[in-house]
Protein backbone atom coordinates (compact mmCIF):
# COMPACT_ATOMS: atom_id res chain seq x y z
CA UNK A 1 0.00 0.00 0.00
CA UNK A 2 1.26 3.28 -0.62
CA UNK A 3 0.51 5.23 2.25
CA UNK A 4 2.03 8.57 1.10
CA UNK A 5 -0.60 8.75 -1.87
CA UNK A 6 -3.11 7.59 0.59
CA UNK A 7 -2.37 10.37 3.20
CA UNK A 8 -2.89 12.76 0.24
CA UNK A 9 -5.67 11.53 -0.85
CA UNK A 10 -7.44 11.65 2.73
CA UNK A 11 -6.11 15.09 3.15
CA UNK A 12 -9.04 16.51 0.58
CA UNK A 13 -12.90 17.01 0.85
CA UNK A 14 -14.80 17.71 4.21
CA UNK A 15 -11.39 17.13 6.31
CA UNK A 16 -9.53 19.81 3.93
CA UNK A 17 -12.44 22.54 4.57
CA UNK A 18 -12.74 22.20 8.04
CA UNK A 19 -8.65 22.25 8.14
CA UNK A 20 -7.85 18.92 9.49
CA UNK A 21 -4.65 17.21 7.75
CA UNK A 22 -3.63 13.20 8.24
CA UNK A 23 0.25 13.98 9.04
CA UNK A 24 1.42 10.05 9.77
CA UNK A 25 -0.30 6.61 8.57
CA UNK A 26 1.64 3.45 8.91
CA UNK A 27 -0.33 -0.05 8.95
CA UNK A 28 -3.19 0.41 12.30
CA UNK A 29 -2.31 3.79 13.11
CA UNK A 30 -2.69 7.35 11.87
CA UNK A 31 -1.82 10.83 13.25
CA UNK A 32 -4.17 14.05 11.92
CA UNK A 33 -3.75 17.90 12.79
CA UNK A 34 -6.05 20.80 12.99
CA UNK A 35 -4.95 24.09 13.26
CA UNK A 36 -8.01 25.78 15.63
CA UNK A 37 -10.19 28.83 13.94
CA UNK A 38 -12.85 31.22 15.52
CA UNK A 39 -15.10 28.98 12.95
CA UNK A 40 -14.78 26.20 15.65
CA UNK A 41 -16.15 27.33 18.66
CA UNK A 42 -19.22 27.30 20.33
CA UNK A 43 -20.67 30.39 21.86
CA UNK A 44 -19.13 29.43 25.04
CA UNK A 45 -15.41 30.21 24.16
CA UNK A 46 -14.44 26.23 24.09
CA UNK A 47 -14.05 23.90 20.79
CA UNK A 48 -17.46 22.15 19.37
CA UNK A 49 -17.39 19.15 20.84
CA UNK A 50 -19.23 18.00 17.12
CA UNK A 51 -15.62 19.13 15.79
CA UNK A 52 -13.71 17.05 18.33
CA UNK A 53 -15.77 13.94 17.36
CA UNK A 54 -15.30 14.86 13.43
CA UNK A 55 -11.26 14.58 14.23
CA UNK A 56 -11.79 11.43 16.29
CA UNK A 57 -14.38 9.70 13.33
CA UNK A 58 -11.62 10.98 10.60
CA UNK A 59 -8.24 9.61 12.33
CA UNK A 60 -9.36 6.58 13.43
CA UNK A 61 -11.20 5.43 9.75
CA UNK A 62 -8.17 6.66 8.18
CA UNK A 63 -6.33 4.06 10.38
CA UNK A 64 -9.02 1.76 9.39
CA UNK A 65 -8.23 2.11 5.66
CA UNK A 66 -4.29 1.96 5.76
CA UNK A 67 -5.44 -1.73 6.17
CA UNK A 68 -6.03 -1.72 2.49
CA UNK A 69 -10.04 -1.83 2.38
CA UNK A 70 -12.48 1.32 2.58
CA UNK A 71 -14.48 1.63 5.55
CA UNK A 72 -18.25 3.34 7.44
CA UNK A 73 -18.43 4.10 10.45
CA UNK A 74 -20.82 1.55 12.74
CA UNK A 75 -20.77 3.65 16.05
CA UNK A 76 -18.24 5.83 17.77
CA UNK A 77 -18.13 6.29 21.54
CA UNK A 78 -16.44 9.25 22.87
CA UNK A 79 -15.53 10.93 26.55
CA UNK A 80 -14.43 14.60 26.26
CA UNK A 81 -12.10 14.69 29.08
CA UNK A 82 -11.93 18.49 29.19
CA UNK A 83 -13.30 21.52 27.97
CA UNK A 84 -11.08 22.30 25.00
CA UNK A 85 -10.38 26.04 25.25
CA UNK A 86 -7.36 28.35 24.61
CA UNK A 87 -6.11 25.70 22.49
CA UNK A 88 -4.42 26.28 19.08
CA UNK A 89 -4.18 22.81 17.87
CA UNK A 90 -6.19 19.51 17.90
CA UNK A 91 -3.98 16.20 17.42
CA UNK A 92 -5.52 13.13 16.82
CA UNK A 93 -3.87 9.28 17.34
CA UNK A 94 -5.35 6.24 16.53
CA UNK A 95 -4.46 2.69 16.80
CA UNK A 96 -6.07 -0.64 16.29
CA UNK A 97 -7.65 -2.44 18.72
CA UNK A 98 -9.57 -5.22 16.62
CA UNK A 99 -9.35 -6.17 13.48
CA UNK A 100 -12.58 -8.93 12.21
CA UNK A 101 -13.54 -10.23 9.36
CA UNK A 102 -16.66 -7.60 8.47
CA UNK A 103 -15.42 -4.96 11.31
CA UNK A 104 -12.69 -3.32 13.22
CA UNK A 105 -12.72 -1.28 16.55
CA UNK A 106 -9.67 1.76 16.82
CA UNK A 107 -8.98 4.39 19.61
CA UNK A 108 -8.60 7.44 19.40
CA UNK A 109 -7.12 9.75 21.62
CA UNK A 110 -7.48 13.71 21.24
CA UNK A 111 -5.00 16.41 22.41
CA UNK A 112 -4.33 19.65 22.81
CA UNK A 113 -0.92 21.08 21.45
CA UNK A 114 0.81 20.95 24.83
CA UNK A 115 -0.22 16.84 24.80
CA UNK A 116 -2.84 17.62 27.23
CA UNK A 117 -6.03 15.20 26.87
CA UNK A 118 -9.48 16.51 25.67
CA UNK A 119 -11.35 13.62 24.73
CA UNK A 120 -10.57 9.81 23.99
CA UNK A 121 -13.20 7.92 21.61
CA UNK A 122 -13.19 4.19 20.48
CA UNK A 123 -14.19 4.09 16.97
CA UNK A 124 -16.21 0.73 15.06
CA UNK A 125 -15.87 0.53 11.98
CA UNK A 126 -17.73 -1.87 8.72
CA UNK A 127 -15.32 -3.05 6.28
CA UNK A 128 -17.25 -2.08 2.78
CA UNK A 129 -18.22 -4.94 0.01
CA UNK A 130 -18.49 -4.48 -3.64
CA UNK A 131 -16.08 -1.36 -3.35
CA UNK A 132 -12.30 -1.10 -5.16
CA UNK A 133 -9.67 -1.70 -3.02
CA UNK A 134 -7.94 1.65 -1.70
CA UNK A 135 -5.02 0.82 -3.75
CA UNK A 136 -7.27 0.65 -6.78
CA UNK A 137 -8.26 3.96 -6.11
CA UNK A 138 -4.91 5.99 -5.24
CA UNK A 139 -4.31 5.66 -8.78
CA UNK A 140 -6.88 8.23 -9.61
CA UNK A 141 -3.71 10.78 -7.61
CA UNK A 142 -2.01 12.15 -10.64
CA UNK A 143 2.18 12.18 -9.97
CA UNK A 144 3.20 15.44 -9.01
Known sequence: ???????????????????LKITDIREGY????????????????????????????????????????????VSGNINYLRPAMNCEKLIGESVEIKIGKNMCVYDV??????GKEMAK??????YLQNVPPVEDTLSEIKEK
Request: proline fraction near 3%.
Open 30 to 73: ARGELELRPMHGNPIGSIHGGLIFTVADTVGGTAATSRGRFVTT
Open 1 to 19: MDLERLVEKRNTGFAKEIG
Open 109 to 114: VITNET
Open 121 to 126: ATMTYY
